[in-house]
């Protein structure tokens, strides 16, 4: 019988001891595996065991991959050290030297260094265009081109990607599609049920919950998976079982949670947007009757003085991230999409009055009520 999400978040993966009918799954903090004979040992290479080095695999990284997968119904899934990490695993699954990547120009500045500044000095080259628009995106595609990359909800904008659009196109064009599913979750949005061939999370950010864990995971086709846990161990990019331990931990309250900060984030949205101290608020409300995620984004006005609006905050923290259950605040421009061309940043409008909330689990009213109060001492 068929789950819905709030049981399927409780009950997809499993990874318990057989024979110890422990509640929770233990921790696994062991570096390697041990072996009673050389026989024992050759089986693990020959596909026969299941454990060698935590570099690896282990039980609770496995744990954390498999549930993911399960919550976004792919076919596999692993995990990786961080959001980052997951990402490029994700992308080197697909292309090698010579290979031509077509990305969204809005994806978060932390993928665009990665493509730009990284990968290119390894023969990966990577257009960056306005997935707005797919008729530029088809213009960008060359011979050479085998991905194209966006978010499902883009960072900090929050511009709601045309999945269904943007995978047909590749389908036609014979492209693999990665999207990253960090801001909607698999909530709101399941990328692989529509075509997508891998799918990204920064696990630090909703799937964990907590802001005490750094991790990611990336699901998709069973192939790509195999190609994806290949790059994290070859190239060290694994997660620690502590770590893939209180993610899965998070993970369970993922459905509590985003209900409540999506209700909330769409409850502050339209609070602010029509303060005489705000200049645009960016939000999808179109996208459902109780709101689609739980980041909303505000373009102060020109009067505002920014820095005193930061100063005026009280108990919302100004932090360089996002998606724990305490309302925050970060600043686009300082942080996340710091390292784009200031071009790039003029045109996608990441300006020094632009403000991104991750909306918290506390009473809407007293989260509303801060932010007035900020924007009036301002």
Same mark, same amino acid.
């Given at each position: 019988? *068929?789950?819905?999400? *709030?049981? $399927?978040?409780?009950? @997809?993966?499993?990874?318990?001891?057989?024979?110890?009918? @422990?509640?929770?799954?233990?921790?696994?903090?062991?570096?390697?595996?041990? %072996?009673?004979?050389? &026989? =024992?040992?050759?089986?693990?290479?020959?596909?026969?065991?299941?454990?060698?080095?935590?570099?690896?695999?282990?039980?609770?990284?496995?744990?954390?991959?498999?549930?993911?997968?399960?919550?976004?119904?792919?076919?596999?899934?692993?995990?990786?050290?961080?959001?980052?990490?997951?990402?490029?695993?994700?992308?080197?699954?697909?292309?090698?030297?010579?290979?031509?990547?077509?990305?969204?120009?809005?994806?978060?500045?932390?993928?665009?260094?990665?493509?730009?500044?990284?990968? *290119?000095?390894?023969?990966?080259?990577?257009?960056?265009?306005?997935?707005? +628009?797919?008729?530029?995106? =088809?213009?960008?595609?060359?011979?050479?081109?085998?991905?194209?990359?966006?978010?499902?909800?883009?960072?900090?904008?929050?511009?709601?990607?045309?999945?269904? +659009?943007?995978? $047909?196109?590749?389908?036609?064009? @014979?492209?693999?599609?990665?999207? &990253?599913?960090?801001?909607?979750?698999?909530?709101?949005?399941?990328?692989?049920?529509?075509?997508?061939?891998?799918?990204?999370?920064?696990?630090?950010?909703?799937? !964990?919950?907590?802001?005490?864990?750094?991790?990611?995971?990336?699901? !998709?086709?069973? #192939?790509?998976?195999? $190609?994806?846990?290949?790059?994290?161990?070859?190239?060290?990019?694994?997660?620690?079982? %502590?770590?893939?331990?209180?993610?899965?931990?998070?993970?369970?309250?993922?459905?509590?949670?985003?209900?409540?900060?999506?209700?909330? /984030?769409?409850?502050?949205?339209?609070?602010?947007? =029509?303060?005489?101290?705000?200049?645009?608020?960016?939000?999808?409300?179109?996208?459902?009757?109780?709101? %689609?995620?739980?980041?909303?984004?505000?373009?102060?006005? #020109?009067?505002?003085?920014?820095?005193?609006? %930061?100063?005026?905050?009280?108990?919302?923290?100004?932090?360089?991230?996002?998606?724990?259950? +305490?309302?925050?605040?970060?600043?686009?421009?300082?942080?996340?999409?710091?390292?784009?061309?200031? =071009?790039?940043?003029?045109?996608?409008?990441?300006?020094?009055?632009?403000?991104?909330?991750?909306?918290?689990? #506390?009473?809407?009213? &007293?989260?509303?009520?801060?932010?007035?109060? /900020?924007? $009036?001492?301002?």
């Amino acid at each position: 019988m *068929e789950k819905r999400f *709030e049981t $399927e978040v409780l009950h @997809s993966i499993h990874n318990k001891p057989k024979g110890i009918k @422990s509640k929770a799954t233990p921790i696994y903090q062991t570096s390697a595996f041990t %072996f009673n004979d050389l &026989d =024992e040992l050759e089986g693990f290479y020959q596909g026969e065991g299941n454990y060698l080095y935590s570099r690896v695999g282990n039980p609770n990284t496995d744990e954390l991959g498999q549930s993911v997968a399960a919550l976004e119904y792919a076919e596999d899934g692993v995990a990786a050290s961080s959001g980052l990490a997951a990402i490029l695993a994700g992308v080197l699954a697909v292309v090698k030297n010579g290979d031509h990547i077509v990305a969204a120009d809005d994806v978060y500045g932390g993928s665009f260094h990665m493509l730009k500044a990284e990968l *290119e000095r390894f023969g990966v080259e990577t257009t960056f265009v306005s997935f707005s +628009e797919l008729d530029r995106v =088809e213009q960008a595609i060359k011979p050479n081109t085998k991905l194209l990359y966006t978010e499902s909800i883009t960072n900090p904008l929050l511009r709601v990607e045309k999945l269904e +659009e943007v995978i $047909e196109l590749a389908k036609r064009k @014979s492209l693999t599609v990665l999207v &990253d599913n960090t801001f909607a979750t698999p909530l709101h949005v399941r990328p692989f049920l529509l075509g997508a061939d891998l799918v990204v999370h920064s696990a630090t950010k909703y799937i !964990g919950g907590h802001s005490d864990v750094t991790s990611g995971v990336v699901v !998709g086709k069973k #192939e790509l998976i195999a $190609e994806a846990r290949a790059r994290i161990v070859n190239l060290g990019a694994n997660l620690s079982p %502590f770590e893939a331990w209180l993610t899965c931990r998070g993970l369970k309250t993922l459905a509590l949670r985003m209900k409540a900060q999506s209700e909330n /984030a769409r409850l502050l949205a339209d609070g602010l947007s =029509e303060h005489q101290n705000v200049a645009k608020v960016y939000y999808p409300f179109a996208e459902g009757e109780k709101g %689609f995620g739980a980041i909303v984004t505000v373009e102060l006005a #020109e009067h505002v003085d920014t820095d005193q609006f %930061f100063k005026s905050l009280g108990w919302i923290k100004i932090v360089p991230t996002l998606a724990g259950v +305490e309302t925050t605040v970060s600043h686009p421009l300082k942080t996340s999409h710091r390292a784009l061309p200031p =071009e790039a940043q003029a045109e996608l409008g990441i300006t020094y009055r632009l403000v991104r909330i991750s909306v918290g689990i #506390e009473n809407p009213a &007293d989260i509303i009520e801060q932010f007035v109060t /900020a924007l $009036e001492n301002s």
